[in-house]
């Protein structure tokens, strides 16, 4: 196209009259005629800014430069041998980096496609690195796209690089001092300068983030690990503290507004506390993760550095104390909601459960929950009466922990009844808080005349009720905690094979959180390799029995599936079958 015809088409273009160009360059034009007051029929040199203002832009763009060097010199090498000139462009327009063929480099400075040159919209008019800022969008300016005729022989395309608060730092563009007639040839290129845009953001993040958790996600489990579509940074209470654009646009659409500073489950069906599920290790198939909307995504979550080795999350927070006690199964959730409410009055609890299903744990973190180092004393049956003043003595300011008072004698149990309503003659601020853990059906007992009714009334005041293992429905959730636990020391990382894992989900689990802890610590100290497969398993110490749960229980915590729950139920598969068709579970 000739120079004359050129300015006409602009002139057209700003006269309103139909066009062919594409939609965000005739916008451009108007913007440089309208409020750039830039005329088509004076071409203009580039911009070249002085050596003290390069260096300048360069100094404030030093850590992205930094960062960005090595995705851009995979870039280059990408389009090396096909004339392409590789330039970063900082917030201004101004180019802070450079990669060129040198032997094109004088032709490559005269056209402005060198280090220094300044390609702000205001100044140069229509092309990839200004409009791209303009627009925050990636862009191809193909030749008479340009708007100023000093630069219609060059082909410009580029994409911005956002920072992990969103705001547009950089535009990555890769150039074309000769290129092929029809636009369309620069697709590949708009591709390509986008994917590695979105590395450098990726790589940007994880270095401001090392002490935080980052949690990767794609739509294709192939690319997750190695190349994933968006990250975000999260604190220990699981917000949003970094992101990248990717993440950022994902995350806009779930009709929530704005993405930093808000919860990741605000977006995810995921909390912080699941994080550790989805690092590497597990299969990619495994770490689902489903966005409010309902649309699946691939996580991976990346440990804290400073962290690696150690369990998650808890970094204080209201919550923390708790997080080590379930994952996603409802009746633990409600439980730990329930927990968090009552742990900062001093309402005595107990705490129910089967022999090993947590019961001091969970109590534990109701203690640790609350502010100070406070402190925390256990009384037993095996502990002489005549020490139990100077125990609730000690356990002034804290938690008087008392474990098992079903094995008390009854002339004990007065004795403790005692203790405990002497404690209401303290100050509140020094009366220890009483919580208790049992095993047997004290209401029974009571019935039956072998526990104390106005003791029970007493250390009953709220009750916690926990679910025996075979009941719950995060068993995998604690079996990885626990793999993690076990093998963090071992310098291979160890798993679970697929049969392994099954024989676990299947097992009956009579001493609860103890013995599957137990049964994981035996396995991973006697593994040789880097799997644990059905062979390595200690045998399970008591054969399953007939249990009074009821089978929508036992199939909600195998998810549905009836060889699982019969297993578990130490029955066969037809049994499950009649009896859920029995109890309406199944239509007949
Ligand atoms: N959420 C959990 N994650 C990992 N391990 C756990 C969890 N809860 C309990 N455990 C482990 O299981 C074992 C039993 O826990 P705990 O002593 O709290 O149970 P308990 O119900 O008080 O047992 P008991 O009734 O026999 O005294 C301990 O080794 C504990 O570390």
Partial sequence: MRDRDHVREIDHVLNGRPSERDGVVAQSWRRCVNDYGLDPTRPSPPHIVTESRLREHREQSERLIAIARSGLEALFRQIAG??????????????????????????????????????SEQLAGTCGVGSCLVTQQAITIHQTDHFDLTHTPLSC????????????????????????????????????????????????????????????????????DVDPEAAVALDGSGRIIGMTHGAETVLAQQGTGAVLGERIDRFFDLSVDNLPDLMRGRPTEDRLITLRDGQGMFGHAIAPQSERLSLPVARGGPTSAFQSIGGSDPAIQRLVAEAARLAPTSIPVLVTGETGTGKERLIRAIHASQPGNRPFVALTAATPPEDWPALAEAAQTGTLFLDAPEDLPPASQSHLLRLVAGLDTLPTRRRPRLMTATAADLPALVREGAFRPDLFFRLAAARLSLPPLRLRQDFDWLLDRMMRQFSHLRPDSLRLSPAARAELQSRDWPGNLRELANTLEVAVALAEGAVIDLPDLPPAPLAPVERPDTLADVLAACGGNMALAARRMGVNRSTILRRARRDGLLPN
């Fill in 82 to 119: 096909q004339k392409y000139v590789l330039l970063l462009a900082d917030a201004k327009g101004v180019t802070v980096d450079y990669f060129g063929d040198p032997k094109f480099e004088d032709e490559l400075r005269r056209a402005g496609l060198y280090l220094g040159s300044d390609w």
């Fill in 157 to 224: 395309t580029a994409a911005p690089i956002f920072d992990t608060s969103g705001n547009l730092t950089a535009v990555l563009d890769i150039s074309l001092l000769r290129s092929p007639q029809p636009k369309i040839s620069q697709s590949l290129a708009l591709n390509l300068v986008t994917a590695s845009a979105r590395r450098v953001e990726m790589a940007n993040l994880m270095a401001m983030n090392r002490g935080d958790w980052v949690l990767r996600f794609s739509t294709s489990p192939e690319f997750l």
